[in-house]
């Protein structure tokens, strides 16, 4: 199972936090991060990009606001993995980058429209989302997805609940049995590290 951990722009305000949480991933062995990344970057977020890429872990950036100049001149000045969007209309609007990015998308279950818009635009990796509690629903969210969607790879959406390392086991399992090629953990919590030892360990 591929393994991501979502970070949000909050937990990288320094190079500081931008070391531990990579030391905390890459001790880890988890490979990947989708990251907020303020549009125009900030130093701390190219100093993620080239610290990451000392430790073997690969940056997705999720681009806030979304700017298709601005977003394309961060990932032609830096060696990001990829591109996330977390709207549909983001990711139809061409990026006029010079290297060949990722282009993951996250998509809410629920909405009934998703399916046909996806398939209509590029997009290498979806993330459906299922973030709630109940771990037979995210299980029938994440089938559905999967059947919408049965040859795009796939990175189920779990949230990281505080404290619940054992429901966090069973929706990894469930996300797994759903054919998720992989996870996308939400969020980074740098007081909740026995999540992510229960996510490391899967």
């Known amino acids: ?3 991501a951990l979502w970070v949000e722009a909050v937990r990288m305000a320094s190079t500081v936090a931008i070391d531990d949480l990579l030391a905390d991933v ?37 681009p806030r606001p979304f700017d298709p100049t601005g977003v394309a001149a961060f ?4 060696a990001i ?3 996330h969007f977390e709207e549909l209309a983001a990711a139809m609007v061409p990026v006029p980058t010079r290297r060949l990015l990722v282009r993951s998308l996250a998509v809410r279950p629920l909405d009934a ?14 993330c459906p989302m299922a973030l709630m509690r109940g771990t037979d629903e995210v299980a029938r ?4 997805a999967r059947d919408q969607a049965p040859i795009t790879k796939m990175w189920g959406g779990l949230r990281a609940h505080a404290g619940e390392r054992l429901l966090l086991r069973a929706q990894l399992r469930a996300a797994v049995a759903s054919g998720c090629e992989g996870v996308l953990l939400v969020t980074y919590d740098p007081t909740q590290l026995e999540l992510l030892d229960e996510f490391a360990s899967a």
């Open 81 to 83: 993995e990829g591109l």
């Open 113 to 126: 429209g998703w399916p046909a818009r996806v398939h209509a635009i590029d997009i290498d990796l979806l």
């Open 1 to 3: 199972m591929e393994k």
């Open 26 to 62: 890459a001790t880890r062995g988890i490979r990947d991060l989708v990251v907020e990344i303020r549009v125009p970057a900030t130093g701390a977020h190219a100093h993620l990009v080239r610290a990451a890429a000392v430790v073997g872990v690969r940056i997705h950036a999720a």
């Open 141 to 144: 969210l994440l089938r559905h």
């Open 75 to 78: 990932a032609d000045e830096h």
